[in-house]
């Protein structure tokens, strides 16, 4: 019998990232839909913005010829997405403090011109909108999420995720994302992962190689989790273990009326802003 993945949970390095911060966030941010519009909710930021604009850049060029890559400036691409997160769609709370950041956003790409080491390789796309396969069928868990870049090692006719990185701090140890990453890659196209790096391309010149997780503690720990999150859904049950913590505060002044509806998303979401959001909110990126 064929399962059903539109009854399944499904989870993602965001989702799981979530869940781990804070349950109630993971359900104002995976789960709740305002009942107005039937969309779900999203917090806009300065440096989200900054990344989701660098990243569709660079990712965009995965799908160019080799040789046609950078015929035209990533700047001057850059200046037509950065048009989507301008003023408030961006979360910018004046002209100066956009400036800041779009000329952040162009700096990163020179460096990358400058250096664009694997992006000027083959690449290799995974022929799905969005990657995903059954972590467990028997529980009804898919795993997916987007990869940044895939390149084509062709003397091993194997594959090296890169995962772009537009903050400054690195990736924690503990983070589950090169496992997630690692998983997704394994199971949605054929061939083996010689390698993962991260590239903090506002501060480096070229990825910088991880150690490969191990295969079954990751999907072990990965299904551990995802049991939890279906477990939680199934007894809507999303409870704050600190009885209100900053990452579920934010989201609920959306649901309070303290926030500024700004735009929907291309997937649906109604995006809002704070009155003021700080330049401490860490770095981050859509999945």
Same mark, same amino acid.
């Given at each position: 019998?064929?399962?059903?993945?539109?009854?399944?949970?499904?989870?993602?390095?965001?989702?799981?990232?979530?869940?781990?911060?804070?349950?109630?966030?993971?359900?104002?941010?995976?789960?709740?839909?305002?009942?107005?519009?039937?969309?779900?909710?999203?917090?806009?930021?300065?440096?989200?913005?900054?990344?989701?604009? =660098?990243?569709?850049?660079?990712?965009?060029?995965?799908?160019?010829?080799?040789?046609?890559?950078?015929?035209?400036?990533?700047?001057?691409?850059?200046?037509?997405?950065?048009?989507?997160?301008?003023?408030?769609?961006?979360?910018?709370?004046?002209?100066?403090?956009?400036?800041?950041?779009?000329?952040?956003?162009?700096?990163?790409?020179?460096? =990358?011109?400058?250096?664009?080491?694997?992006?000027?390789?083959?690449?290799?796309?995974?022929?799905?909108?969005?990657?995903?396969?059954?972590?467990?069928?028997?529980?009804?868990?898919?795993?997916?999420?987007?990869?940044?870049?895939?390149?084509?090692?062709?003397?091993?006719?194997?594959?090296?995720?890169?995962?772009?990185?537009?903050?400054?701090?690195?990736?924690?140890?503990?983070?589950?994302?090169?496992?997630?990453?690692?998983?997704?890659?394994?199971?949605?196209?054929?061939?083996?992962?010689?390698?993962?790096?991260?590239?903090?391309?506002?501060?480096?010149?070229?990825?910088?190689?991880?150690?490969?997780?191990?295969?079954?503690?990751?999907?072990?720990?990965?299904?551990?989790?995802?049991?939890?999150?279906?477990?939680?859904?199934?007894?809507?049950?999303?409870?704050?273990?600190?009885?209100?913590?900053?990452?579920?505060?934010?989201?609920?002044?959306?649901?309070?009326?303290?926030?500024?509806? =700004?735009?929907?998303?291309?997937?649906?979401?109604?995006?809002?802003?704070?009155?003021?959001?700080?330049?401490?909110?860490?770095?981050?990126?859509?999945?």
């Amino acid at each position: 019998m064929t399962k059903d993945k539109y009854s399944a949970t499904w989870v993602s390095h965001s989702s799981i990232s979530d869940w781990l911060q804070c349950p109630r966030a993971y359900f104002l941010k995976n789960v709740y839909k305002d009942p107005k519009t039937n969309h779900k909710i999203s917090l806009m930021s300065p440096p989200l913005a900054l990344g989701s604009a =660098v990243h569709e850049v660079i990712e965009g060029l995965s799908v160019l010829p080799v040789d046609k890559r950078f015929d035209e400036s990533l700047i001057i691409k850059f200046d037509k997405v950065w048009g989507r997160f301008s003023g408030k769609k961006g979360g910018f709370t004046d002209s100066d403090e956009e400036s800041r950041y779009k000329e952040r956003g162009k700096e990163m790409l020179l460096k =990358v011109m400058k250096n664009p080491g694997p992006l000027k390789n083959l690449a290799v796309k995974i022929q799905m909108d969005l990657p995903h396969y059954w972590l467990s069928e028997k529980d009804d868990i898919i795993l997916c999420g987007k990869i940044d870049w895939l390149e084509y090692l062709k003397s091993e006719d194997q594959v090296h995720i890169i995962d772009f990185k537009t903050g400054k701090k690195a990736e924690k140890n503990e983070s589950l994302q090169l496992p997630i990453y690692y998983l997704l890659v394994t199971n949605t196209q054929q061939r083996l992962v010689k390698k993962a790096s991260y590239w903090y391309v506002d501060v480096s010149k070229e990825p910088i190689e991880q150690k490969l997780p191990d295969m079954k503690k990751a999907e072990k720990k990965i299904l551990k989790i995802g049991k939890e999150i279906k477990l939680a859904r199934t007894l809507e049950r999303f409870v704050c273990p600190s009885n209100g913590c900053r990452a579920c505060k934010q989201m609920e002044k959306i649901i309070n009326g303290e926030a500024e509806l =700004v735009g929907v998303d291309d997937i649906r979401r109604d995006i809002y802003i704070l009155p003021r959001v700080s330049d401490s909110v860490p770095d981050g990126k859509v999945l």
